[in-house]
């Protein structure tokens, strides 16, 4: 599972005026964690109501890696994230999340925020599952894939659930079966055999200059909270016997 939490913000003065010295400040500040340093120039991510979305042009980024690789820590003019594919808990992401922002701060402090995203994304690539998903999932979860032909192979079948809340907050999903090279998201590699995913986007914006990001890890649990109980409700106990989680 790879786990992803952004915070936007928007551009301001302090860390425009000298870029590379600002994300040096902030590396070093990171660094008993985050060692690793590397800096490029990417597509402008966004974690919001269509999915995780590339804006037009490319950005700055400054990338931090903890000494094992497991976690990321990335920043560029307007957002500050962090990712893991070593994922243990809410408490324990949203804390190392808390940490970052707070570092980040302290080295110069964006005036506000505007959105937080909250991103899970599951792909299961084993046969023995993927033969057998409709015993694994929800049959409105399954769908298609629980319908067979003896003249046709299902090679591809994507859903989506788009769902908005009160107070700006929002909820997108995605599942389906992918075919082998192929990847329903430009950021991502794609799998060498067929996978069938679970994507899911928890995000809350902010009227500009209302929220000024002090409780990052309270506002993140809530939003990673709401993915896990649509995780809870898609899949089957079988599901999570499969793959060692708790009943």
């Known amino acids: 599972m790879r786990v992803l939490a952004q915070v936007r913000f928007p551009q301001y003065t302090r860390f425009l005026r000298s870029p590379d010295a600002?994300?040096?400040?902030?590396?070093?500040?990171?660094?008993?964690?985050?060692?690793?340093?590397?800096?490029?120039?990417?597509?402008?991510?966004?974690?919001?109501?269509?999915?995780?979305?590339?804006?037009?042009g490319g950005v700055k980024v400054w990338r931090l890696r903890s000494a094992d690789n497991t976690w990321t820590v990335s920043f560029s003019t307007n957002f500050m994230s962090i990712e893991t594919e070593a994922y243990e808990s809410r408490s324990?992401?949203?804390?190392?999340?808390?940490?970052?922002w707070e570092t980040f701060r302290s080295v110069g402090a964006p005036p506000s925020v505007e959105r937080i995203g909250v991103r899970f994304l599951n792909r299961v690539e084993q046969p023995h599952v993927l033969d057998n998903l409709v015993t694994y999932l929800r049959s409105e979860i399954s769908g298609l894939v629980g319908v067979h032909s003896s003249k046709a192979a299902l090679l591809r079948s994507m859903s989506e659930a788009l769902y908005q809340f009160e107070d700006d907050k929002g909820?997108?999903?995605?599942?389906?079966?992918?075919?082998?090279?192929?990847?329903?998201?430009?950021?991502?590699?794609?799998?060498?055999?067929?996978?069938?995913?679970?994507?899911?986007?928890?995000?809350?914006?902010?009227?500009?200059?209302?929220?000024?990001?002090?409780?990052?890890?309270?506002?993140?649990?809530?939003?990673?909270?709401?993915?896990?109980?649509?995780?809870?409700?898609?899949?089957e106990p079988s599901f999570l016997q499969a793959f060692g989680g708790d009943i």
């Open 171 to 235: 909820f997108t999903a995605r599942w389906g079966l992918m075919p082998a090279g192929m990847t329903h998201d430009a950021t991502l590699p794609p799998t060498a055999g067929n996978s069938w995913l679970l994507d899911m986007d928890s995000f809350h914006a902010w009227h500009p200059g209302t929220y000024a990001g002090d409780d990052i890890a309270g506002v993140t649990g809530e939003l990673a909270l709401k993915a896990y109980q649509f995780f809870r409700w898609a899949v």
């Open 92 to 100: 324990h992401f949203t804390a190392r999340l808390q940490e970052a």
């Open 22 to 56: 600002f994300a040096l400040d902030v590396a070093t500040a990171l660094s008993e964690d985050y060692p690793h340093f590397e800096a490029g120039e990417e597509a402008n991510i966004m974690i919001g109501p269509d999915g995780v979305t590339a804006g037009m």
